[in-house]
T-cell receptor
Framework: DGGITQSPKYLFRKEGQNVTLSCEQN?????MYWYRQDPGQGLRLIYY???????QKGDIAEGYSVSREKKESFPLTVTSAQKNPTAFYLC????????????FGSGTQLSVL | KQEVTQIPAALSVPEGENLVLNCSFT??????LQWFRQDPGKGLTSLLL?????REQTSGRLNASLDKSSGRSTLYIAASQPGDSATYLC????????????FGTGTRLKVLA
């Protein structure tokens, strides 16, 4: 089955620790995205990537970093600089970046210990 | 700045009822609009995508309409079922060539058996 796989489903971060969220897609999509979802708020864009080895900051990129070394993979690192990391993180992809249909993974819930 | 609003935030209806979910946006210069479904603790599933040149899209018991001039979209669900219980989100795609969707905060729907 084609789709987007996010792991882990739950993740806990200690003070001062960096953690990495995995996102893999087998849809052969060029564009990939990371969103953050907080209760009572709409999804907010963290980073997006149009092609391999290229990525752009979204609206709330501070305290996060990404890489796009392979077309199918777009991992997100939540660094210690992100002071309020507790949220539900969603990875998405689309055929291209031009506002096409978005496909989402099942999400990762990140909490602070 | 584009803002997307979904009212009501929550809705309970008896099984079998036809219902309408609302999505309002402040800037009519949109590229497209998507409706999504999200089950608790899960990712988003795209239901319908309406291009700015279209007035409506249909899929099974779902019908989405778009009125750009008034900044409104509606999602009509016919003959609601308990399995339709979920949060429904709309997202407005900004003008062509950009990456951004602006998401509403969603309407949490509960269909009572």
């Amino acid at each position: 089955d084609g789709g987007i796989t996010q792991s882990p489903k739950y993740l806990f971060r200690k003070e001062g620790q960096n953690v990495t969220l995995s996102c893999e897609q087998n849809l052969n999509h060029d564009a990939m995205y990371w969103y953050r979802q907080d209760p009572g708020q709409g999804l907010r864009l963290i980073y997006y990537s149009q092609i391999v080895n290229d990525f752009q900051k979204g609206d709330i990129a501070e305290g996060y970093s990404v890489s796009r070394e392979k077309k199918e993979s777009f991992p997100l690192t939540v660094t210690s600089a992100q002071k309020n990391p507790t949220a539900f993180y969603l990875c998405a992809s689309s055929q291209t970046v031009s506002n096409e249909k978005l496909f989402f993974g099942s999400g990762t819930q990140l909490s602070v210990l | 700045k584009q803002e997307v609003t979904q009212i009501p935030a929550a809705l309970s209806v008896p099984e079998g009822e036809n219902l309408v979910l609302n999505c309002s946006f402040t800037d009519s210069a949109i590229y497209n609009l998507q409706w999504f479904r999200q089950d608790p603790g899960k990712g988003l599933t795209s239901l319908l995508l309406i291009q700015s040149s279209q007035r409506e899209q249909t899929s099974g018991r779902l019908n989405a309409s778009l009125d750009k001039s008034s900044g409104r979209s509606t999602l009509y669900i016919a003959a609601s079922q308990p399995g339709d219980s979920a949060t429904y989100l709309c997202a407005v795609g900004l003008t062509s060539g950009t990456y951004k969707y602006i998401f509403g905060t969603g309407t949490r729907l509960k269909v009572l058996a």
